[in-house]
Every structure is written in C-alpha cells, then in structure tokens.
C-alpha cells in the first residue's frame, strides 16, 4: 500500500511539475512562459564535486540553466559543449549552468567525466528527491530555465537544438538585464510579457 | 536513485517487457535450459550485454546463487546501429529478441517446486532521450524431480 501511494505521488508531483511547466515533449513547440504563469523552482540544497553544499536559492538574481543529466545517457553528451559556450558567452550577464548528475555511481563516474569533458560550470550530484521534486525527471536530458527570480520559464525534456535553449537564454536577459548592465544599476526585476 | 527494481509484468509504459517465464521441469543435478522473450518498445533502443562505449551501461541477467548451482547467459548477436548523439555505432538492440540461459539444478536439490530468482538489468534511449537503467526481478518457478 505504501507503495502504491508513493507511485500516485510521484506521478501526481510528476502532472503538477508537467502542468506548471508547459510543453514538455521535444515535440511541442516551445516557448519562454509568460512571467505571469511561471512557477517557482523548488529549493533543493546538493553536493559540488568538492563536496560543498549548493542551494538554488543561492543563485536568486541570475537566469539559471538546471540541467538533469547522466553520464551513461548519450544525448546529455551532445548538450555538454553548448553549456560549456552558455556558461562562457553569458555568464558575465548573470548567467549560469548547473548540471545535476543522476548517476548511481556517483561522484566515481562524474568526476572524471566532467573532467574529460571540461566542463567549467558547477556540476552537482542530484538524488531521488531532488529529481521528485522536479516532477520525477524519468528521461534524461531534462532542463529548466530559470528566470533571474528562481521561476521556471521553460522546460526541455530530450535532446533538442541548441538554438532553443539560446532563445530562452537571450529572451530572458533581455527581459532582465542584470542589475549594472546596460539599464543601469536598478532591483533586479522581470518584466511582464 | 534513478534506478529501480521491479518485478516482471508487462507494462507498456516501459521501453522493455519481459513476460514472467512459464514453470519448467528439471531433473536434479541437470541444466534446464530457458529461453526469456524481450519486447521492445518501438523508437527504444537498448544497450546490448556488450556496449562499445565505457560509458554506457551493458544489459545484464543474473540468477541468485541458490537454488541454482550454475548458469550461464547467451544475448542475441546485438544490432550495430549509428545515433546522433554517437560519434560511432553502437551495440544495441533494437527490436523484440530473446534471451537463452541455462541453469544447473543441484544433485542434491529436494523434488518439489522451487523458485529461481534473477535480476534482469537494461538501459534504453530512443534517439533523443533516456530511460534511467532498470533492473526487473524475474522469477523462474522450477518443478525438480
């Protein structure tokens, strides 16, 4: 019986986070939601390779990319370049990439991976209730993009072209200019679409 | 963590089914040979039991030590098929096949009705996405005589 209601929850949480997070097929069209039906991304507080402790909160006030991903999963290898250019190209803006690595096996096989792969954005190790917490995460890669408020803006679930995450990226900076940058220095605040 | 185990029922939620095997007869101290039909899900691909790349995840069956006293496991010869997401071909499988394994049946074993357990151990993907590895229980009832 436990069982049976852990599975209804999962696949309860997983058609809320489906619900509040818009297309989420590689096949739909996809688009940056309107500010007005963005959820929150919720909190999660995971380990670095150097074993520090991460929060998402603490990258409140930047566009992040959240990327679910696993080392035996061979699409996620193809998106690994195009952080790594993400990551490079914006993060002055306020940008960043965070890779949270679903593997069994840990830091063993991710470590050595992000290495080879030089991967210069933080990689964390993600757990069965981080990934319940974003609505199961049952196929890999799986993405969020999140605005400078920790709100969900899109969602990626598959390999899709990089374009598409370079529109969300470019769409939600130009919503949100970082505090300093080009609108000067004012509160960190999205407009509505 | 993504992992799982479950028993074998078919669902057609999953990339692979295996069907629970039907009971067989075996004399003690003989092999009774098995052989486990795998469908697979259409778009799906599976890593065959010999990937070509380290990184990926081999299909796997293995039976408990009791009450089997050996086996031994032979795959289909697996599908060389090229992905986008591959630089080479890989070693896969890529429609329904079949599975053949013999387990020895200990000499000293008690007639009656025992039940074998093995772990079936699969990674799937279809060309875009995939599945976290799973391992399904498959449960052999064995009649010894």
């Known amino acids: 019986m436990k069982r049976f209601c852990g599975a209804v929850l999962t696949i309860t949480a997983a058609a809320l986070i489906a619900a509040s997070c818009g297309p989420t097929t590689t096949q739909a069209k996809h688009e940056v939601k309107p500010l007005a039906s963005r959820k929150k991304a919720p909190e999660f507080q995971l380990k670095d390779a150097d074993g520090k402790v991460v ?8 566009i992040v990319l959240l990327n679910f991903w696993a080392t035996w999963c061979g699409p996620c290898k193809i998106e690994i370049p195009w952080f790594i250019d993400f990551e490079t190209k914006y993060r002055d803006q306020g940008f960043a990439v ?10 063993e096989v991710v470590r050595p991976y992000i290495r080879d792969k030089n991967v210069n954005y ?16 049952d196929s890999l890669p799986t993405s969020f993009v999140l605005d400078r408020e920790g709100r969900i803006a899109s969602v990626h679930v598959g390999l899709v072209s990089k374009s598409e995450y370079q529109n969300d990226i470019e769409k939600l900076l130009e919503q949100a200019p970082r505090a300093g940058d080009a609108g000067g220095n004012r509160p960190i605040v999205a407009r509505a679409d | 963590m993504l992992a799982a185990i479950a028993q074998s029922s078919p669902a057609q939620t999953e990339a692979l089914t295996v069907p629970p095997p039907a009971k067989i007869a075996a004399k003690r101290g003989e092999t009774a040979t098995v052989v486990l039909p795998v469908k697979v899900r259409p778009g799906y691909h599976v890593n065959s039991n010999t990937p070509l790349e380290e990184y990926l995840i081999p299909m796997r069956l ?7 006293e050996e086996y031994s496991v032979v795959f289909p010869k697996p599908a060389m098929e090229k992905y986008a997401f591959s630089e080479k071909p ?56």
């Open chain 1, 55 to 62: 929060k998402l909160s603490d990258y409140k006030g930047k």
């Open chain 1, 98 to 107: 965070i890779g949270v690595a679903m593997d069994d096996d840990g830091w």
């Open chain 1, 122 to 137: 933080r990689t964390l190790l993600g757990d069965e209730t981080v990934a319940q917490s974003y609505g199961g995460v």
């Open chain 2, 62 to 68: 293995t039976w408990d030590a009791k009450p089997v």
């Open chain 2, 90 to 145: 890989l070693s896969v499988f890529t429609h329904d096949f079949s599975i053949e394994t013999h387990l020895k049946v200990p000499a000293s074993a008690t007639p009656g009705l025992i039940m074998a357990l093995g772990k079936f151990r699969y990674q799937a993907c279809t060309d875009k996405l995939c599945l976290p590895p799973k391992t399904v229980e498959i449960r052999l009832p064995i009649e010894i005589r």
